[in-house]
């Protein structure tokens, strides 16, 4: 299994970025995906889930700006980040659970800053 994170960068609050995980060595259809994020000194946090049907799930300080989606045919999920605010800055993990192991990307840094 591997998942490889991109997309992140530094934005100015109310920017935007869509952050991308290509994964590798299962099915992503199949498979819930999750994006985390962890911030300096914080422990990492939920952001978002989707599962193989569909459904989507936020933390609460995400939702309506953020939006996780997926691309089976390209075995890429997203996660759409608008309004932007210097809270979100953190580095942003994509994860999958599989055969009952958790599996991380390598993470992108997303620095929201004026």
């Known amino acids: 299994v591997q998942l490889q994170a991109s997309g992140g960068g530094l934005r100015q609050p109310g920017g935007s970025l869509r952050l991308s995980c290509v994964a590798s060595?299962?099915?992503?259809?199949?498979?819930?995906m999750n994006w985390f994020r962890q911030a300096p000194g914080k422990q990492r946090e939920s952001v978002a889930t989707?599962?193989?049907?569909?459904?989507?799930n936020y933390a609460d300080s995400v939702k309506g700006r953020f939006t996780i989606s997926r691309d089976n045919a390209k075995n890429t999920v997203y996660l759409q980040m608008n309004s932007l605010k210097p809270e979100d800055t953190a580095v942003y993990y994509c994860?999958?659970?599989?055969?009952?192991?958790?599996?991380w990307g390598q993470g992108t840094q997303v620095t929201v800053s004026s």
């Open positions: 994860s999958t659970i599989y055969m009952f192991t958790r599996y």
């Open positions: 060595g299962f099915t992503l259809s199949t498979s819930v």
């Open positions: 989707i599962t193989s049907g569909g459904s989507k």
